[in-house]
């Protein structure tokens, strides 16, 4: 076993300890819920008895925490995201989310433009929910064209012919969510544009 390894365990004694102080539990207490002998779980904390899975299984779900907390490891499943931008055809895409499949949620940056420029709709299937955080949106859904500020929101079938992009020329920042058939089509493989354009089809 490794000196990281040994690290680790031996931290495992003072953090259960913590723990149940930090919830006023007794071992007594603790005993009795877990099944696991009041001298065991002494010597657990005390570091006299190495962690083991079988020991601190029941633990964990006493405690109602994961099991990597227990032992101070890197969660697989950390709630943080790790941002990392992505820019494709001159926008910037921000992933909010990291499942897989189901509907992804991106911060979606539209860049200033000198000049308006022209919508060019597309269409893929799916649907689609956007909420504008900055600068004012335009949307071209279908026969309407509509121009929506901070704090408006829109939801659309992406069957339908559609297109963003700046409705003044600034930046536009916004929140949009769609599934994995749209990320194919936006962030993957991207819309059939030229990439100096700055428009964006979702």
Known sequence: ???ETDDVLDAVGPRLRALRRNRGITLAALAATTGVSESTLSRLESGQRRATLELLLPLARTYGVPLDDLVGAPRTGDPRIHLKPIRQFGMIFVPLSRRQGGVHAFKMIIPAQPEPLEPSPQTHEGFEWLYVLNGRLRLVLGERDLTLPPGEAAEFDTSLPHWLGSADGGAVELLILFGLQGVRSHVRAGPH?????????T
């Open 1 to 3: 076993m490794d000196r």
């Open 193 to 201: 544009r030229s990439s100096h354009d700055g428009s964006f089809s």
